[in-house]
């Protein structure tokens, strides 16, 4: 069922209840108001008339004139005298009043609901000036009269249900249609990103959670987007990078079989052919790591490793390196800092970056290592000429290479593993040096 339907159901059928409760206890309550205040309207036209006959004294006329006067009162009565016993008038039916006569409600009963056969009356009973005389003036009022009253009251009753009903069907209806519809288009917008049209993707008009949510499945088109973008370039570039090499080789061997190259020209070619199938190697060593650094990003692991001494092992490795391109590599020693990370992965970022460092550097890197109260910060440092301007914005991307660039993955991994290790990493230009590369390790 749609979700319009479900809500307007369980609103209007909250609303039914809520009106059917609320009209059965109205009419529930409604006979009982009604006698009460019948019993208390009769008792002060009661007490009204007796005190006017008490004080015109009619009860010293004729019964007939007293008869006269309450007849034109437009009432239901009977007068009992006490003194004889007897009914000396009434409207009422003979057969109610014997009846009422024997029930002893004129003597006995103390009720004001008097009951013969099937009709009931809201009875009240006053005596007229006890001392003189014996009579007792009943009035009545039958309860089909009230009933009546509340008959019509009930059908009025059912018409405010009725309206209401219609209202509370209309309000929810626009209600839930105000409700529903952003979560339609939300639909749509979903069904977008599913067939990959993130260019046609647009803001929903919303509010409170459905907000939220349109908010989220944009970003999320977006981001799938940046991704699916990224995805590709890499793949363009991977396809590039890898098709340079092969078709150096392939035009090298070509030439080599064909009687082309001969003597000195076949020996630099097959040194090329040894070169570029390396280089091709360690490219594909370097997107294959990448690509197992993206995956495994949850199951890195988590050694505690001293810093300082992770740091001489780079320092070690390197060496050879620096000596050969004459430059010197001064590191500041920090003891006791320890940092968490993957042992292996982290030597592997560290000797990216001074590789770099040593391949650009005039002739000195400097190595610090800062220890802050939450963080600790690694700093390198060349006397080079620093990064070129146009690629520094993007230097830890895939494939961004300068001028004597390799396979410009190196940065890449770095950042991938740093990052794993909740770290980051940065890069400045130093007015007065070279490039200057800012590690920062949470402690
Ligand atoms: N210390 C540095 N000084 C100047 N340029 C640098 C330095 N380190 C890296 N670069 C630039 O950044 C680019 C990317 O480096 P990297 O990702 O390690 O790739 P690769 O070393 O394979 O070229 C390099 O090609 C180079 O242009
Ligand atoms: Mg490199």
């Known amino acids: 069922m749609r979700l319009q339907t479900q809500l307007n ?24 108001l009604l006698v009460k ?55 009422l ?28 009356f809201v009875v009240s009973k006053k005596s007229i000036d006890p001392n003189q005389t014996g009579l007792e003036l009943v009035l009545l009022t039958p309860l089909t009269d009230l009933q009546e009253v509340q008959q019509s009251f009930i059908s009025r009753i059912a018409l405010v249900f009725i309206i209401g009903s219609l209202v509370a069907i209309l309000l929810s209806y626009f209600v839930t ?9 939300l639909k749509e917008e979903v069904k977008k990103i599913e067939r990959r049209e993130f260019g046609d993707l647009k803001e929903i008009k919303s509010s ?6 349109a908010l989220s499945v ?17 793949f363009q570039n991977a396809s590039h990078e890898l098709k340079t090499p092969l078709m150096t080789i392939q035009g090298y061997a070509e030439g080599i079989r064909d009687g082309i190259f001969t003597g000195e020209d076949m020996e630099k070619g097959l040194n090329v052919v040894t070169s ?10 370097e997107m294959t790591l990448l690509a197992k650094l993206d995956s495994e990003k949850s199951m890195v692991e988590q050694d505690q490793i001293n810093l300082d001494e992770l740091i001489k092992k780079v320092l070690d490795r390197i060496y050879p390196y620096a000596i050969e391109q004459d430059v010197t590599v001064e590191y500041l020693e920090h003891d006791s800092v320890i940092i968490l990370g993957d042992e292996d992965k982290l030597l592997r970022a560290f000797l990216n970056i001074i590789t770099n460092g040593i391949r650009y550097a005039k002739s000195h890197i400097g190595i610090t290592v800062e220890e802050m109260k939450d963080k600790i910060i690694i700093r390198i440092v060349d006397d080079g000429a620093g990064i070129d301007e146009h690629i520094r914005p993007y230097l830890f991307h895939r494939f961004v290479k300068g001028k004597a660039g390799d396979t410009g993955l ?25 490039a200057e590369f800012i590690l920062e390790f949470k402690k």
């Open 9 to 32: 159901l369980a609103f209007t059928t909250l609303v039914l209840i809520v009106l059917a409760v609320g009209s059965f206890v109205i009419y529930s309550l409604i006979l009982d």
């Open 37 to 91: 205040n019948e019993e208390s309207q009769l008792e002060q036209k009661g007490e009204l008339l007796v005190q006017f006959l008490e004080e015109n004294a009619y009860y010293n006329n004729s019964v007939e004139e007293l008869e006269k006067f309450l007849n034109e009162q437009n009432l239901q009565f009977i007068v009992y005298d006490q003194t004889s016993d007897q009914v000396i008038m009434s409207t």
């Open 93 to 120: 039916n003979l057969n109610i009043v014997e009846g009422f006569y024997k029930e002893k409600y004129f003597t006995d009963k103390e009720s004001d609901l008097w009951e013969f056969g099937e009709s009931q």
């Open 177 to 185: 249609r105000r409700l529903v519809t952003p979560l339609e288009r």
């Open 208 to 213: 409170g959670e459905i907000k939220d949510v």
């Open 218 to 234: 944009n970003e999320m088109g977006l981001e799938l987007q940046r991704y699916i973008d990224s995805q590709q370039t890499f």
């Open 276 to 285: 570029e199938a390396n280089r091709l190697k360690t490219l594909i060593n």
């Open 410 to 434: 190196g940065l890449a991994i770095s950042r991938a593993i740093i990052e794993q290790s909740n770290g980051t990493i940065s890069v400045n230009n130093k007015p007065e040096s070279g």
